[in-house]
Every structure is written in C-alpha cells, then in structure tokens.
C-alpha cells in the first residue's frame, strides 16, 4: 500500500472556485487515507462536516498598533513553518500564487527541513496579478522556487510563460467536481417556484466582478425572452450586482430575474436551469461550467481562457467570441428551442463530466506530483482504466 503523506494546504477559504477545489482535493486525499492540515484564515467553507484526517489551522494576525496594514502575508508564513515543523509535514500545497506560494517559500526557507511546496496556479494570480509590474517578479520567483507548479488549463500554462518568460515545468491539473455531489438532481417540485411549466430557465453564477461580464448575461436573456418564454435565475453576489439590478429595471425585466444571493447547494440550484450562461471576460477554466455539465447543463459561453478546454462547442455547449451576445443569444435559442438536441447536449455533458474531469482521476494526479517531488516515484500504483467509472 502506498505510503500516506502529511499534507498542508493553503488557499482562500471563503469564496471563489480556487478555494472550493482545495478543499474539496483536502476532503478526498483525506478519505484516502492521507493527514490533510488546512492553514488558512478561517474555516473552509466548503469543508462541511467533520472528518477523521482533516486538521485546521488558523492564521492569527498581529494588529500591533505600529501597523498601518497587519502583515498577514508574515503570519501566514510563520504559521506555514510551525504547523509543518510540528505535524512534520511531507509537501505544503497552496493554492492561488499571491501571497500564498510567496509564504510557502519563506516557510521553506524558515525550515529547510526537506518538506517540498506545490503551487496551484489558477487564473487571475497570473490573468491579472501578474501583469501588475510591482508584483511579477515576485511571482515568479514564488514560481520558481516551488518544487511543483500545476496550472488549472492549457492556456493558463501559456499566459504564464508568456507573462512571465517562465520555462520550469508547469503541469496541467484540470479541475475537477465530486461525482457524488454533481449529478443531475431531480428537482421537478422545486422549479415550480421558480418557473412556469412552459417557461425555461436561464441561470448564471458568480461572485459578479467585472470579468465576468454579468451585463452581457442580461443582454443575452433580454433577446431571449422576447422569444420563448422564460426566467432568468441569478445566484451569487459581488460589486457589479446593483449596477446589474438597476439594467435589470431600466429594461423593465425585473418579473422575469430572479435573485438567490450567495448559496451552498450548487449542485441542486443548477439543476433547475436548462443553460448555463457564462460570457466571462477572463476564465481560466470556469469550475462553474463543469459544476453544470456534471449536472447535465449546457453552457452558453465566451471562448476565454480556458473554457473551450472545458466546454465542448456544438456538442456540451456553444461558445462565441467575448461581448458577442447576439450570437450567444442564438445559440441559447437554438438550445432551448429543440428538445431532441437538448437532450443530446445533456447527455454529452454528463459523460465528458464523468470521463474526463473525475475526483478520482485529478485527486491521483495530484497525489503522483506529491510522491514524485517527493523522490517516491515507487509509491505511485497505476492508474485504472476505469478508475472514473466505479
Ligand atoms: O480570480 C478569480 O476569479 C477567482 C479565482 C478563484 O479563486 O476562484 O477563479 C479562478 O480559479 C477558478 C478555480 O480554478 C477557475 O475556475 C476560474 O476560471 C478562475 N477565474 C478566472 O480566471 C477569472
């Protein structure tokens, strides 16, 4: 049996899709027998009910009064190294560059100990943060100086050598969702709250920053519903949402959106939609359109990034080019108009969800990047043919 690791992971716990993936990788190393510390700020928030070889660890913050800003970057580092020093931790794996793979390097350094640190990179650390000239060479020294790099997407793997001349090996490592939780939920009851039986169900989800173009989601329900009818479900909340609410009411649709605010069971709310709408600006993967197609929902799309990794034109969504919401309005009506092509796109996003995005399979290709920076190639067993199909 394959040697269990000890394992600390950082990332931001309380919100965005970096975070959910973290935790939700800790919760399934965990069930497979490795010890998982969390070092974070407070208590993931995806972590849920408690579980045998899962630790937290909470990073304090010296406010002393000389402090115009609390270093919280040093706490965390200072943190890193204690909790590896006295849970004698194998590898330390955070998640999101900046500030984390910044500590994880400092901590090292406080402990030379041989514990190896891994980096997730995952989209607006290098999308956004790198192109700030102040902190890019931080970047990519943090880059450099960890043992093992992994990137959400190809084209994050390219926007980072790019950005930032990077030629050390960074490995892809899609994202995954927990085939147990997304799935297509029978939620026949609960869409009579939201919709009429004729009416279909558009449905975005974010925490509506401007890179995810939530202007263009109205714009794209506002050309559909003058054709079929239907409802537009909006879930999350962020800094565009009043200047959203207010398009939403000089347009007069405010009876056709619905608000739902910040919720938690992702799986059973985007089972209500028949499409998922996500025109985004900057998407390094868009966990949200997997989350989706493992619920069988299609997406409606921009080409950024890296959704077209994710999202399969013409056969688990159609995508178009950024700000093109006539055509993404067509295709939502191409979908919602004909159920025989509904049906086949719903099938085919279950399958490639199931197939190619698995827990299992990720949540190995992980633990095989732990054992090799580990020098324990050995422990690594080969992976099943149908290790996604069980
Ligand atoms: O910067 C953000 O948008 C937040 C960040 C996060 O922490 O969730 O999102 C990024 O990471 C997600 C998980 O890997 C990806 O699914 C998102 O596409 C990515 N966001 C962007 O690239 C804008």
Known sequence: MARKLKIGI???????????????????????????????????????????????????????????????????????????????????????????????????????????????????????????????????????????????????????????????????????????IYYPRDVSTLRNDYAAPNEKILMHISNFRPVKRVSDVVDIFAKVQKQIPSKLLLVGEGPELTKIQCKINNLGLEDKVLFLGKQEDVAQIISLADVLLLPSEKESFGLVALEAMACGVPTIGSNAGGIPELVTHGETGFLSPIGDVDSMADNALLLLRDENLHEKFKAACIKRAQEDFCNDRITYEYESIYYKVLGLESEIEPLSADICLS
């Open 10 to 180: 950082t990332c931001y716990p309380t919100l965005g899709g970096s975070g959910v993936v973290a935790t939700e990788l800790g919760k399934l190393l965990a069930e497979k027998g490795h010890e998982i510390h969390f070092i974070t700020h407070s208590i993931p928030f995806r972590l849920g009910k408690f579980h045998k070889n899962i630790f937290f660890h909470e990073v304090e913050v010296n406010d002393y009064y000389v402090f115009r800003y609390p270093p919280y970057d040093l706490s965390l580092a200072s943190k890193m190294a204690q909790v590896a020093k006295m849970q004698n931790l194998d590898i330390l794996h955070v998640h999101y560059a900046v500030p984390h793979a910044v500590c994880a390097f400092l901590a090292k350094q406080m402990l030379n100990n041989g514990m190896k640190t891994v980096t997730t990179l995952h989209g607006t650390d290098i999308t956004v943060l790198a192109q700030d000239e102040s902190l890019k060479d931080l970047i990519r020294l943090a880059i450099h100086q960890s043992d093992a790099v992994t990137a959400v997407s190809q084209d994050l793997i390219r926007e980072t050598r790019q950005l930032l001349d990077i030629t050390t090996p960074i490995e892809l490592t899609y994202n995954f969702v927990d085939k147990r």
